[in-house]
């Protein structure tokens, strides 16, 4: 609820590659 489709997806390749990096510059993407 609340969270954007590519969020998820970013989570998800987060969690199946590097993640923290990943997630750090997606979220600064997305936001």
């Known amino acids: 609820p609340g969270v954007p489709p590519r969020r998820s997806r970013a989570a998800v390749a987060a969690e199946s590659s590097t993640g923290t990096w ?3 510059w ?3 993407l997305t936001s």
Do not use: E, I, P
């Open 22 to 24: 990943t997630t750090v």
């Open 26 to 28: 997606t979220d600064g």
